[in-house]
């Protein structure tokens, strides 16, 4: 079991910077952001500042020197005026109770430093959600022990403070925030080491106040060698985010009731028990079982994880929900909000940075929800600019009544169609227990192999696919693996010589079978070829290349083989006496018509 208390303790301790590098216990100016005040007094600045709520206009030099820059600026940050609290104010400067801030820079390079520190404030303020501008009104100077040379400074009051300027060419000034003014909580916990109790500061009703506190720091140093109370202003950049917050997990400023250790969720943080860990969640599956549209309040899209979300959060559960950027957790906050608020809940929103309480306002807005939601960030959280939303969302008229139940129940009508058609789309048939979605998606991966390969996919009909079983689905792909395998051996099937052919298993002894009948298939070929290419010599023939050209090259020859053969001698025998013209003419015409026949064949292919 781990003591809260002391775990909370440790971690508080580890938000403060005690190390020489924090500017709040070892004050180093800044030469791009730091703008010394020069010859004021702290508590008059006090007065006009905060208690008469004034602001106040930067005084230049007379002339600009940037030569001289350096030093002026050394010599008004190490001048170590010791603080004196004013006796008489009539024998004090007239200008210590005016509106002007006096400064050692001439006019030109104040304006490009107040420029600097102005674009520099915002863009932190815009980047983060927090000021970091403030006015350090006296400062401590000591030394970490008596023996010690080197010296530090440390800033004593801080008043958080804004400048703004009404037109592009016109003067800056400078006001108070309105937010709390305090000291530094970390040079108080520093100087414990030293044996040092720096006094709280409560912000005075009277400006006597300020000289009070410095007096009360001046009795808790009193015992210390070269320690002192300087009564220097310097407007500069100082971060207190992590020091509010060690302030307030201060355990001594909570009532007993209410301490932190006594949280429910600080409890299942520090000590989790299996009933907060396995905590059921709403599922994604469930959502259109046990969710309907008149029950459900979302103002912007959602998908199934963003709404199971949602709903663990109406539950009451405890989560942490993350993602990269660009995956809804504005949207999934917003909606959050609205369910919230239709259950008559207050939400507290906060962020690390402001644009991420703007985004969400931001959608709010844009969905009439936003004047529900109290903005209590940046200039929003003022007191005058929270009283005037207050009043301004109070008296706002109640916007008019809309009857949805008609797009509800269709709403509610079309989702119990679409759940139904994928519901039939992913219920398993047949014997492979397939669903519709997976055999399309099956056909569909084909079909775009065939158009990869510009081909079309074959129709190939299947009868009784539903009763097909496991057994027969994976001898039909083993089939179709041999196949693939096969295929690139016999090349084409269309001009394969065993197309068409169905033989059964082959044994060793058939095989000695098929070889005995392809020589003899051989032979028969070889002698059919002999035998026509002398029958083509002897008629002036052709060659026949396929079966339609052969059978009637079998009739001629049948019809050659039946005809009585006459010798060349006999037709030129001279007894033939009338007709032996006739006989001279036959044969000249025949072996003109064989030697035109081979002229052709040699000349051309008649392939």
Known sequence: MIEIEKELELLRQNLLDLSYRNNLINYKPSKGRTIPIIDEHPREIYNIFVLQEKSMKFLPTDIDEPENLESDSEKADNSDLKWAPIINEVEEPNHYFDDYLNTPYGPEVLGKKLFYVYNQAKSVFEEQGYPVLYLALGFLKWTEDKNSSKVYKAPLILVPVELERSGVNRKFILQWTGDDIFTSITLQAKLVEQGVELPEFEMPDEKSGIDLYFQSVLNAISDKKDWSLLSEISLDFFNFKKFVMYKDLDFKTWPENLSPTNHSLIQKIFNPSPDSVNQQSFSEKDIDLRLSAKNTYHILDADSSQIAAIEDVKAGINLVVEGPPGTGKSQTITNIIAELLKQGKSVLFV?????????????????????????????????????????????????????????????????????????VLNQSIGKLNYSLYEVYGLKEKVRRYFMKNNRSMPRV???????????????????????TELLPIIKTVLNNPWKSCEPEDILPSDLEEIDSCIDDYYKSITNLEYLIKSLEDLTGGYTPVSEDQLIPFVDAAKVVASSYQVDEEVLRNPEWNSQNKEAEELISKLKRDHDLDSFVKKTFNTS
């Open 461 to 483: 009909e299947f009868s009784n696919p539903d009763k097909w079983d496991y057994e027969q689905w994976t001898e039909a792909i083993s089939t179709l693996e041999k196949l």
């Open 351 to 423: 962020s690390e940075k402001m644009a991420a309480l703007q985004v969400v306002k931001s959608r709010l807005d844009n969905t009439g929800l936003g004047d529900l939601c109290l903005e209590l960030h940046s200039n929003k959280a003022k007191k005058k600019e929270v009283l005037a939303e207050l009043e301004r969302t109070l008296n706002r008229p109640a916007p008019k009544s809309i009857n949805l139940d008609h797009e509800i129940n269709n709403l509610d009508q079309m989702k119990s169609e679409l759940n139904e058609y994928a519901m």
